[in-house]
């Protein structure tokens, strides 16, 4: 049973979150490192840490009572995610989903939340996002997977790709056109879609690592509810973009966590030769303690409720730096192992991990640009082709 | 320290600052001027956001002055804020002045300005510690140098002193010294890098080349971005350093803004074209100070070494600051 309550003050509760980390080093034991071989087994092992995580109180802790939390702030559960790193273990996948649309359903579709968050937060449920398109990635606006509104709500025609968890996923919250393909990002919609209705047709794609890290999506006449929706009808853009920034904050806050703990299994493999490497090591340090920092500013700010705007941007690029910079490091510095040994297979799936950190969610150029035109002030690029 | 209390403060510091860096070296008396201002007192109400204004605009409008000098003394418990102090010289050791075995005290140090101090506080080895004299000014003699940035004000002083002439400063920690000094030049090298990326993106806004700003082309829009970024990331960490781990998180931060500045003049320069590598211009004189504060109580990649080796010794890496703290708390 949990024995922290989020109005405990700070100290006390990391106190208490260590003794019981330490207390179940017995359970905690299995989880050092995602499952390298598939995304299916590691979702069926991390389901257990979940559970026990929820049960006893920890991942409720920074949410509302009425979706299944304990109370508190966003910033308690970035506690949680900073210490489970700082003892040597994996934060469940799944929680990276939560952080990403939990929020954005608190805020927009309470109800939702209401019935889903807790099984999510448990293990009991898995959620995917089926926002990118085969011509609509990075440029996310022009995506064309339609919902069209009728009397009884909306069907969706379309696909998506790029699906993290897709093909094991029970629900995926989409981005859809409602509007014209002309209406651009004014007339896009979320919704929260059952993934087994009639219909929706997934295939697993396999990732350069060797696991089914993502998927594709086939919509043909899916008829959904009209509580289904998110948001608005045409207002999915803002809704994405409240989303994205909790997955430029926390999911980078959640990463810091694991890189910081991948530089800790980075010392430990050099072992005596450490010191000899102390200006590589420095070096990744110094892009660690960059992100951490920035993004533990971001996710004090969304605690307050404040919008960060365009210079979340910042985050997203250190996240991406951050990822290359450790994984890189160990690729290059434990080389031999690299290549040869099987107890290095976590480190070479997070190598291509770390390849796609500076893609996903909007690419590392993406990023600059919005920098560059958004908070700097430079001109827009001149378009062609349009 | 709420927003408008700051924005005021930041005026008043940038308007002295600007001030001082038009009329040029030697004209006025920063650091009187700022006793004036009532900086003492600032100081104690806000001992961090006072460091982090003042030297962020003393970097951005270029001025060289004591101000240093004033924050160090502090945090050896100096009650004469006016002492001067020998800062180490650059390179692999933290201290370049030593007590010998028969007392004499060997100085070899840098001074901010010809330095009109009367006295002055010299961190020296001692056996396997660091302790802190106190010699007359008298005592040290001018060495003729040539820097990166002659502007800086730097002054190379050696000396020998016979140990009637120099007494120990009781209690006091160069350590901590040292991280005072180091946090208020990471703030100095912000205040650089802010002001390089400024005047650049400005540059590249108005300047047209191909029938185009310059501005619009990505490959300009990401080198700025990318400074823009470290620029960022060397603000959170200044701003991460916990009063219970200020060694620490000052070096951390200290090499995080000597990184950013010297990649952020890098790309500055380059954006800028032939007219930023001009004497006329002033970039090179901002790339010249960003060397120079660099250099001074630790190069980044001198701190980068140590962060490395103390993470091998320890056999793991510090976290540096804790998670978030919530609204409520």
Redesign the interface.
Known sequence: MSTAAPSAG?TEL?EQLDAWITGHADLLEAHREHDPRSVEQTAENERELQRLLFEDGWTRWGWPEDCGGLG?????R??L???MG?HGYVLPELLGVVETLGPMLIEFARPIAQAHLAALLRGDEMWCQGFSEPNAGSDLASLRCKATQDDDGFVVNGQKIWVSLGHVAQWCVLLARTGSQESAHRGISMFMVDMSLPGIEVRPIRYANGRNELSELFFSDVRLPPEALIGEAGAGWNVAMYLLQWERGMYA?QRQAWL?KR??DL??G?GSD??A???????V??D???????C??T??AL???ESPGP?IS?DK??LGAGEQSVIDAAIELLDADMALSPEAAGWRSDYFYARAATIYGGAA?I???I???R????????RSGR | MDAETREMYRKTLGGLMRRVGAEGAGESDVVAELRELGWDELTVEEPTESVALLFEEQGAALVASRALDMVVAAALGLDDRSVGIAYPEPGPTNVTSAINDDGRLTIAGLLLGASEAAEIAVPAQAGTGVVVAIVSRGALSVVEMEGFDDAAGFTRVTGVVEARHYRLLDGAAWAVAVAAGRRALAHELVGLASHM?DRA?GY??EREQFG??L????A???R???A???L???R??L??IEPDDVLFGSL?AK??AG?AAIRAAHSCTQVTGAIGCTWEYELHRYLRRTHALDALLGS??A???????Q???????A???????????
């Open positions: 700070r990391v508190g702030d966003a910033t308690n970035a506690v995610y900073d210490r700082a806050w910081h530089l800790d010392v430990v050099l450490a010191g490497q102390a200006d590589r090591l420095g070096d340090y110094l660690l303690a960059s992100l951490r920092a920035t533990a500013r996710v004090a605690a307050r409720g210079e910042v690029l250190l150029e990023q600059r640009g920098i560059a035109q908070v700097l002030g430079l001109p827009r690029e001149v | 990326i993106a590249v806004i185009r700003p501005g619009t082309f990505q300009v829009q990401h700025l971005a990318d823009y970024t470290g960022v990331a060397a959170s960490v701003a991460a951390v090499a995080v990184r980044w990649r701190l980068r070494k140590a962060i490395g080796q993470m091998a010794e320890d056999g793991h890496a976290r540096l600051g804790s998670a978030p703290e919530g609204p409520a708390a």
